[in-house]
């Protein structure tokens, strides 16, 4: 009888249930101070990955003499900023990790084809540059919540910024003067035909280009 009875005083007593709630309670907010914290420096992060795309967008966008010279410039831009002190501080704590270089598309037609854009149709909306970020940091587990990352796309997001191009000087000289050119000597016969002096107009013609077609 004695053993029962301080068998049913032990099962009545609740001296330390304080304490387990406690402990339950810490880690249950610790938990989700991590989550918040992992957010907020995220979204943080992404408003200055975006301000990267765009100045690497501006950059390599605006005309020059080839398509590849315009590539070449936005690489330079990414790397200057990706450099930088402050930013390679933050990028360089392995939480967030960015590509060698960002990303331009389709030389010719950007990234109008995942959009849905007509190829046919002479649209230039979609041409940028994207930057693929993995946020590392969302790459956590929790006590009694478990892992944030259930899919193998968590944590990643594509930055991006569209703001049309330029077209380069081989562009404007290759399909629209020389082009233009081919079609006024196509007007009349007498352009095509070598003069009094031996000389063929048509051929005589050096395509040149100004600001701009």
């Given at each position: 009888?004695?053993?029962?009875?301080?068998?049913?005083r032990?099962?009545?007593?609740?001296?330390?249930?304080?304490?387990?709630?406690?402990?339950?309670?810490?880690?249950?907010?610790?938990?989700?101070?991590?989550?918040?914290?992992?957010?907020?420096?995220?979204?943080?992060?992404?408003?200055v990955?975006?301000?990267?795309?765009?100045?690497?967008?501006?950059?390599a966008?605006?005309?020059?003499?080839?398509?590849?010279?315009?590539?070449?410039?936005g690489?330079?831009?990414?790397?200057?900023?990706?450099?930088?002190?402050?930013?390679?501080?933050?990028?360089?704590?392995?939480?967030?990790?960015?590509?060698?270089?960002?990303?331009?598309?389709?030389?010719?037609?950007?990234?109008?084809?995942?959009?849905?854009?007509?190829?046919?149709?002479?649209?230039?909306?979609?041409?940028?540059?994207?930057?693929?970020?993995?946020?590392?940091?969302?790459?956590?587990?929790?006590?009694?919540?478990?892992?944030?990352?259930?899919?193998?796309?968590?944590?990643?997001?594509?930055?991006?910024?569209?703001?049309?191009?330029?077209?380069?000087?081989?562009?404007c000289?290759?399909?629209?003067?020389?082009?233009?050119?081919?079609?006024?000597?196509?007007?009349?016969?007498?352009?095509?035909?070598v003069?009094?002096?031996?000389?063929?107009?048509?051929?005589?013609?050096?395509?040149?280009?100004?600001?701009?077609?």
């Amino acid at each position: 009888m004695k053993s029962r009875y301080h068998l049913g005083r032990a099962l009545r007593n609740e001296r330390g249930i304080l304490t387990l709630d406690f402990i339950f309670a810490l880690l249950l907010g610790m938990g989700f101070a991590m989550v918040f914290f992992a957010l907020t420096l995220t979204l943080s992060l992404m408003e200055v990955t975006q301000y990267i795309s765009f100045a690497v967008a501006r950059t390599a966008l605006g005309a020059h003499e080839t398509r590849a010279e315009q590539s070449a410039l936005g690489n330079r831009k990414y790397a200057e900023l990706r450099d930088r002190p402050i930013f390679k501080n933050i990028f360089g704590r392995g939480w967030f990790r960015l590509p060698a270089q960002p990303d331009y598309g389709n030389p010719e037609s950007g990234f109008n084809v995942e959009y849905g854009s007509d190829p046919n149709d002479d649209n230039e909306t979609f041409f940028g540059a994207r930057i693929r970020i993995e946020a590392r940091i969302l790459d956590i587990t929790i006590p009694l919540l478990g892992s944030s990352k259930t899919q193998s796309e968590t944590g990643f997001a594509n930055v991006q910024t569209f703001l049309g191009r330029e077209v380069t000087t081989t562009e404007c000289r290759e399909q629209f003067n020389r082009a233009r050119w081919t079609s006024i000597i196509a007007l009349d016969p007498a352009y095509q035909n070598v003069n009094s002096t031996g000389a063929n107009p048509a051929a005589a013609v050096g395509l040149i280009t100004d600001n701009g077609c």
